[in-house]
């Protein structure tokens, strides 16, 4: 069968604050250890020279990356930003923009992120809402399909991503980008 795995790649403290040296070098580390996808749920108003390089770096050595759009109700934050990464908006239970959520053009797909359960330090589960929380959804979806043919470039994983989306007829292309995101289409689908 196939397998998956997961790493955690600590770059902020546990408040989800730290220094942008740190995170570049989670992303160096991700590029060395060969790793295919890179959640990133966290973001910034303005954007960083040499964070964006590497991005690009990362992007160049074939890495996915997918990237929570901000929980402001303004414009798409930074990495989501940038164009080589897979920016990700929150959805609520009705299939509506969560309240919170970030979007604009650079919007690639929508996920859910409005009182998604998800593991909590020291144990246990917690339900949390943000984008942070949507970004994982597409992220998963990106590594089933790597699992199913590794030699997809990350550009090629947007397409399929964005091919097998299922589009929200009540949002706009800014809130949602291609859609929803289907990882049981996006599988099943060559």
Known sequence: GTTIQLYAVKALSRTGSGWLSDIIEGIQWCIDNNMKVINMSFGSASGNVSFHDAIIKAYQAGIVMVAA???EST???YPAKYPET????????NNSLAYFSNYGPETDLAAPGVGVSSTYLGGG???LSGTSMAAPHVT???????ALNGALSPDQVRAALMATAEPLLNLTADQQGAGLVDAYKLVTTP
């Open 75 to 77: 414009s798409v934050s």
């Open 140 to 146: 998963g979806a990106a590594a089933l399909k790597l």
């Open 86 to 93: 897979i920016a990700v908006t929150a959805t609520d239970s």
């Open 125 to 127: 589960y917690r339900t």
């Open 69 to 71: 759009a901000g929980n």
